[in-house]
């Protein structure tokens, strides 16, 4: 799937959502994991993690999933891998480090995972050099502001003296969240109040360059952004992987692959 053709003429694609029950070749859907100490049969083992619902997710919803482990010269890697993309899922994980937006470490980030950093930032801006559409789960989010300039909380229990975005014990809280009106995100789950599904300590400080926040909680904390600009990318604060009503996150981003797809062969043709 792979070619070399780095500096490939962006495409340009409309988030037509309504695209999504085109027949047509499943879309290529690469999801970002890590490296995890694992049981394996009788072997403990370092292991590149990703739970199985967000393949689910992508699968269900018409793409074909491609896992993506955090790879040495990732900038070199992210171009070899991305020409052959369709789309690209950013997904959840632990804390971005603090030095990527120029903020001191608070005591509770989690450690640095500077491999996975440094990958997904790549992916990123790949994605966006050719438009390949985006989704950006939770962590995901957060990674697109850093990388568009934006800053992080790093415990919202201490910025916004609340703990109902991560009860603990690997219990998913619910949050009320509302979509913007004209927003992607409110062409994919509609203007009336949806729950969803939080496990995070941190969120969207200030907000990166040409972002725009589509969702906020009642504490004005941003829940959902978008690119303001060409080419599709939708970042949100949950976990639509763990919530079946959020699987249109995942048929939206298909939907803009397979635009992004069909766009790049009539380029190609
Ligand atoms: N910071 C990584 C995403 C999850 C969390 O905020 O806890």
Same mark, same amino acid.
């Given at each position: 799937?792979?070619?070399?053709?780095?500096?490939?003429?962006?495409v340009? @694609?409309?988030?037509?959502?309504?695209? +999504?029950?085109?027949?047509?070749?499943?879309?290529?859907?690469? =999801? @970002?994991?890590?490296?995890?100490?694992?049981?394996?049969?009788?072997?403990?083992?370092?292991?590149?993690?990703?739970? /199985?619902?967000y393949?689910?997710?992508?699968?269900?919803?018409?793409?074909v999933?491609?896992?993506?482990?955090?790879?040495?010269?990732?900038?070199?890697?992210?171009?070899?891998?991305?020409?052959?993309?369709?789309? =690209?899922?950013?997904?959840?994980?632990?804390?971005? /480090?603090?030095?990527?937006?120029?903020? /001191?470490?608070?005591?509770?980030t989690?450690?640095?995972?500077?491999?996975?950093?440094?990958w997904?930032?790549?992916?990123? +801006?790949?994605?966006?050099?050719?438009?390949?559409?985006?989704?950006?789960?939770?962590?995901?989010l957060q990674?697109?502001?850093?990388?568009?300039?934006?800053?992080?909380?790093?415990?919202l229990?201490?910025?916004?003296?609340?703990?109902?975005?991560r009860?603990?014990?690997?219990?998913?809280?619910?949050?009320?969240?509302?979509?913007?009106?004209?927003?992607?995100?409110a /062409?994919?789950?509609?203007?009336?109040?949806?729950?969803?599904?939080?496990?995070?300590?941190?969120?969207?400080?200030?907000?990166?360059?040409?972002l725009?926040?589509?969702?906020?909680?009642?504490?004005?904390?941003?829940q959902?952004?978008e690119?303001?600009?060409?080419?599709?990318?939708?970042?949100?604060?949950w976990?639509?992987?763990?919530?079946?009503q959020?699987?249109?996150?995942?048929?939206?981003l298909?939907?803009?692959?397979?635009?992004?797809?069909?766009?790049?062969q009539?380029?190609?043709?």
């Open positions: 799937m792979a070619s070399n053709d780095s500096d490939r003429t962006p340009s @694609t409309d988030p037509v959502v309504e695209r +999504r029950a085109e027949p047509g070749p499943r879309p290529v859907i690469g =999801l @970002t994991t890590y490296l995890e100490q694992a049981k394996q049969g009788v072997w403990d083992v370092r292991a590149a993690f990703l739970p /199985q619902r393949l689910d997710a992508v699968t269900s919803s018409g793409g999933a491609v896992l993506l482990p955090p790879q040495p010269e990732p900038d070199a890697a992210a171009a070899a891998v991305m020409d052959g993309l369709d789309g =690209l899922i950013l997904t959840g994980g632990l804390d971005v /480090q603090p030095e990527l937006y120029g903020a /001191q470490r608070h005591p509770l989690d450690p640095a995972r500077p491999d996975r950093d440094a997904e930032l790549a992916l990123f +801006r790949g994605a966006e050099e050719r438009r390949v559409p985006v989704l950006a789960i939770c962590r995901g990674l697109v502001n850093v990388a568009r300039g934006g800053t992080l909380h790093q415990h229990p201490e910025a916004l003296g609340t703990e109902r975005y009860i603990g014990g690997g219990v998913f809280a619910t949050n009320e969240v509302i979509a913007d009106d004209g927003s992607v995100l /062409q994919l789950v509609g203007t009336d109040p949806i729950d969803v599904h939080s496990y995070h300590h941190q969120g969207i400080d200030q907000l990166g360059e040409g725009i926040a589509t969702a906020r909680t009642d504490d004005g904390l941003v959902a952004i690119s303001g600009g060409e080419g599709y990318v939708v970042g949100v604060q976990h639509p992987e763990e919530n079946a959020d699987r249109r996150l995942f048929e939206g298909v939907a803009a692959a397979s635009a992004y797809s069909q766009a790049r009539d380029v190609d043709a």
